[in-house]
């Protein structure tokens, strides 16, 4: 994913990777988001931009994340793009926090904003129990594999990665 | 009467700009041009809200929501980045100035872009023009049809120079309650959109079809500038930092502070 720097000293959990792992999180959520929005609402017309069950707190919810999504990927990037100009940038953590921010955006969609509040199902006129499953499913791996992935040792990304120079910013 | 306010409020602001910028350009001070850009796009957003075709039809539900992203949507926010307060304080003359300095820093203004207020007031106009019959009586009455422009320009650009402008405003929140202030007011313009589609509103805005697609166009428009308006902002949230970021590296000297941080530090941004 990146050169590592030599001489670059390893991190621990804490401190400096917060912001890395916050970033992780924040582009998790976009990326969820946008694949749900592009992929799922426009490219293939499973989801439907409103069905006639959806509950007023559905309708709250979906502006907030569609919304917060969209805005949640450009915050990410720009904490990333810092993160890495201080060179405090851990590629393995914000792999953590990505999978972890998509995982959850992707369970809450499914069980919360699909089931309870009846926003829209995944597709219609089909038998919708594989496709709710698949999708807690998938969403359930991507946390346990982000959870996972904040464990353990990790170093910061090399300076290489984005070739930041002197004066960039 | 639309066409006659939005007209003559845009060849004000043009004349006023480029009398600024040739007074600047005589003393020898540069202007970022990125901001003229930014003033030009946004009186072509101003003018295209009110000049056919768009006036011409803007009683059709659809052409109403895309004059409204036009005019109280992109307009504001291509304004905001353009600096107007900035460039006029640099070059009115004396008295002027402070009297110009004198308002920015007044309590009304201080007031008014509180982002509470600004919020009750872009999210309120909504909902009191969609979800009420305020809607039908602007098809009637062409007063009240420009009045509603009026208030929607004005707290979009309330909104705009609160979260993104690069004029210096007293007591201006940080950057995390203007980004909180734009994911709230993005959520609610999202939530109202699905609200009318959901209940057929507004009531008397012609077929459902029109209904449909105005309230998509404003949920899909409106994430657009909106997401534009994220960019700007931690542009400037970046910008910012980076400076902030060098002037720590300069002091903490050619030793550099403790820590991975302060060492990566070096590395990565003297090279």
Known sequence: ?169 | MLELVGLSSVATWLAGYGAGLLRLRRRGVRWPAGRTVALVAGLACVAAGVLPPVVDHDETFWVHVGQHLLLAMAAPVLLALSGPFTLALRTLPRRSRRLLLGALHSTPVAFATTPALVLLLDIGGLVLLYTTGTYALTLQHDWLHALVHLHMFLTGCLLAWVVVGVDPMPRRPGFGGRLATLVIVAAAHDTISKLLYAHDLPVGAGPASDRHAGAQLMYYGGTVVDLAMAVALMGQWYRATGREHRRTLRRAGPGGPAGPSGAAARDGVVR
């Open chain 1, 1 to 169: 994913m990146s050169t590592q720097g030599g001489g670059v000293p390893d991190l621990g959990t804490a401190g400096d990777t917060r912001r890395t792992a916050l970033s992780g999180v924040l582009c998790g959520i976009g990326v969820a988001a946008f694949v749900d929005e592009t992929v799922f609402h426009q490219l293939l017309h499973w989801h439907h931009f409103y069905d006639r069950s959806t509950a007023a707190a559905g309708l709250v919810s979906d502006g907030l994340f569609h919304a917060g999504g969209f805005i949640a990927i450009v915050v990410g990037l720009f904490l990333l793009a810092d993160a890495q100009r201080r060179r405090a940038f851990v590629p393995k953590r914000w792999a953590a926090g990505l999978l972890v921010g998509c995982g959850g955006f992707q369970l809450y969609d499914g069980v919360i904003q699909h089931k309870v509040l009846g926003l829209h199902q995944i597709r219609y006129h089909v038998t919708l129990w594989p496709y709710d499953v698949t999708w807690d499913v998938i969403a359930a791996v991507m946390v346990l594999v982000g959870t996972l992935l904040f464990r353990g040792r990790a170093r910061v990304a090399g300076p290489g990665l984005f070739a930041v120079r002197r004066g960039d910013g």
